[in-house]
């Protein structure tokens, strides 16, 4: 059974940085591609950066330069350094596969809020 935990959100000033941490279980971490998605309120859940297994990475166009993914395969997890932190980066943030058809069962999530 696989099983997603997130953590390292928070509540930040915009502007602002945060490190959000995933840790994988239950799965042959190293082999899967890995993404961070967030979902605010009222909204869809949403990509916002992906990783494959050889580490290429993919970011949404509204966290492109500002977000970073990256991958330590020894752990298990996947990270996401936010910088430059907006109010519209809001949201519970969810790693799962990048894959949709692939998604496992959801973690329960990090809350992001950031303040203007």
């Known amino acids: 059974q696989v099983h997603l935990v997130e953590s390292g959100g928070g509540l930040v000033q915009a502007g602002g940085s945060l490190r959000l941490s995933c840790a994988a279980s239950?799965?042959?971490?190293?082999?899967?591609?890995m993404g961070w998605y967030r979902q605010a309120p009222g909204a869809q859940r949403e990509l916002v950066a992906s990783i494959t297994s050889a580490g290429r990475t993919y970011y949404a166009d509204s966290v492109k330069g500002r977000f970073t993914i990256s991958r330590d395969n020894a752990k298990n997890t996947v990270y996401l350094q936010m910088n430059s932190l907006k109010p519209e980066d809001t949201a519970v943030y969810y790693c799962?596969?990048?894959?949709?058809?692939?998604?496992?069962?959801w973690g329960q999530g990090t809350q992001v809020t950031v303040s203007s």
């Open positions: 239950g799965i042959i971490f190293r082999l899967n591609a």
């Open positions: 799962n596969h990048a894959n949709e058809r692939v998604w496992w069962t």
